[in-house]
């Protein structure tokens, strides 16, 4: 009797739900790295390195403990390419009775899990993934029957739920969240500290040099390659975001800053995705760190927010709505995403520095990814299965029940106002605001429309028009729609113009 554990790319964790009640003398541990993971949307090289490093070094250790581990290399003799294919082989080589699986990040393997037992012949179990602090039943009994589904609601349940940052029945402080004071641009005198990056060891040079060879069109240089493989890196990652950045986080987290990927975001969000930190420590280690007056509470609660709020609700809402959430397009937007995503040659220097970040470090931080990359693919009206397929493939933390959600529903509003209340539209005065970017810019934020005008100006003016039968009577939406009806028919013929000529410049 041969139970054969599968452990995906994203389950290295002991504590996964397939290896709960492993029996060493009998069980097979599974892991296969197939190419089809990497190319049902191009992924960034780093990305990759990241989680075939990070399998390799965990099924090492699973050896080191003894257990049997059925590991498929890339580039073994034999690799069908597929998941699906080499669990098949799998069953064979070790004559297992069951397979045991645990609930995937996606929905496409999902689907795939559930024929594989009439694939092949044997039970196959898939296991709910209950590294999450809500399970997908939690938060369908929290959904129920509400007409709204609103982050802030669902968050304050899961502070209650897990005692983090609470005094009794209140929150600490006094108050649910510290947004407002977390909202502030950086001085140029304010310089973040440097995050610390993890030289490759033997088996992660392998695998780059496996990655150059076989994936050597994807986006992404490897020679910048710095991410944590193990779990003794990632709890260091976890240490020095605590010790040098938790402090000044929340004053800074919408903050931007040209030449300065990181700022002082925490960068876990990778190893948090594929297993290497569990949720619970890692809020843990911030609500201590407050308690130690190491850092102060609006940094603290910003950043708990980050993970026990919105990782958790994004899952939620990804397993609550798919499949058909994916298919929704409310604003009907159908324009090709424009190369300059992949290359970054553009005059706009806001885009071409966040998008030399994501190519350099396959990294871009929250607000990058909302205000600028997502905020001209709402405001051009761009495909929203393209948007996705590219922040999917791009993050080193991106899979399937964080990004679809957080693109779709946050940054494209495809979903109609599932997820968030209003489109996160912004003119070039908030980038201006908000970051250097506008500094040495080919576009003046400054100039409305006309020659120099940067080119988000008018086209959150010509987004609104263009979906003005679709926002206008959203509630959120009042001022911008009211100072839209007060202009003149020949201005905004003058932003339908020039957005037209632009747009249509854009190459697909």
């Given at each position: ?148 589904l609103r982050m802030e609601y669902f968050y304050r349940e899961m502070r209650r739920s897990t005692d983090i940052l609470m005094d009794k029945d209140e929150p600490v402080g006094g108050a649910w969240n510290f947004d407002q004071e977390n909202r502030k641009p950086m001085p140029a005198s304010v310089r973040p500290p440097d995050v610390e990056r993890f030289a490759p060891d033997a088996m992660t040079r392998d695998v780059i040099a496996l990655v150059e060879r ?295």
């Amino acid at each position: 009797m041969t139970v054969l554990r599968v452990v995906l790319g994203d389950q290295l964790t002991r504590d996964v739900a397939s290896l709960q009640g492993l029996d060493v003398a009998r069980d097979v541990v599974f892991m296969a790295e197939v190419k089809g993971e990497g190319t049902y949307v191009a992924h960034h090289k780093q990305k990759i390195v990241l989680v075939l490093s990070a399998m390799r070094h965990f099924a090492q250790d699973l050896l080191g403990e003894g257990v049997r581990v059925d590991y498929v290399q890339l580039d073994a003799a034999g690799n069908s390419g597929t998941l699906a294919g080499e669990i098949a082989r799998a069953v064979k080589r070790v004559s297992a009775t069951r397979v045991v699986c645990t609930y995937p990040g996606e929905w496409r393997v999902l689907e795939m899990m559930r024929t594989l037992q009439d694939e092949l012949g044997v039970p196959v179990e898939i296991l709910e993934d209950d590294r999450f602090i809500a399970s997908r039943a939690d938060f369908a009994r929290w959904a129920g029957d509400k007409k709204s589904l609103r982050m802030e609601y669902f968050y304050r349940e899961m502070r209650r739920s897990t005692d983090i940052l609470m005094d009794k029945d209140e929150p600490v402080g006094g108050a649910w969240n510290f947004d407002q004071e977390n909202r502030k641009p950086m001085p140029a005198s304010v310089r973040p500290p440097d995050v610390e990056r993890f030289a490759p060891d033997a088996m992660t040079r392998d695998v780059i040099a496996l990655v150059e060879r076989v994936f050597a069109s994807h986006m992404g240089a490897l020679d910048r390659f710095g991410w944590a493989v193990t779990r003794a890196d990632a709890l260091r990652a976890l240490d020095d975001f605590i010790t040098h950045r938790l402090a000044n986080f929340g004053d800074y987290q919408d903050a931007m800053k040209a030449g300065t990927a990181f700022m002082h975001h925490s960068i876990l969000a990778p190893y948090l995705n594929i297993g290497l930190l569990d949720p619970r420590e890692v809020c843990r280690a911030a609500e201590v760190a407050f308690k130690r007056g190491l850092a102060p509470l609006n940094c603290v609660e910003g950043f708990i927010r980050q993970i026990l709020g919105w990782r958790e609700y994004v899952r939620g809402i990804y397993w609550h709505f798919m499949p058909k959430y994916a298919d929704s397009n409310f604003l009907e937007a159908s324009r090709p995403l424009p190369d300059f995503y992949w290359t970054g040659e553009t005059k706009m220097h806001c885009m071409g520095c966040v998008i030399d970040d994501t190519r350099r470090h396959a990294y871009s931080h929250h607000i990058q990814r909302l205000m600028i990359t997502g905020n001209f693919a709402l405001l051009a009206g761009l495909e929203p299965k393209a948007v996705e397929a590219w922040y999917l493939a791009v993050y080193a933390d991106a899979f399937e029940w964080v990004e679809l959600p957080n693109t779709h529903g946050m940054a494209l509003f495809a979903d109609g106002g599932v997820l968030a209340s209003k489109p996160y539209a912004a003119s070039g005065a908030y980038i201006d605001r908000m970051s250097n970017f506008c500094k040495g810019c080919d576009y003046d934020p400054k100039i409305k429309l006309g020659e120099g005008a940067c080119p988000f100006n008018y086209l959150y003016w010509n987004f609104l028009i263009e979906n003005e039968g679709a926002l206008k009577r959203n509630p959120r939406m009042g001022m911008p729609y009211k100072t839209l009806s007060n202009m003149t028919p020949e201005r905004r013929a003058e932003i339908v113009e020039q957005s037209s000529v632009f747009l249509d410049g854009l190459v697909g």
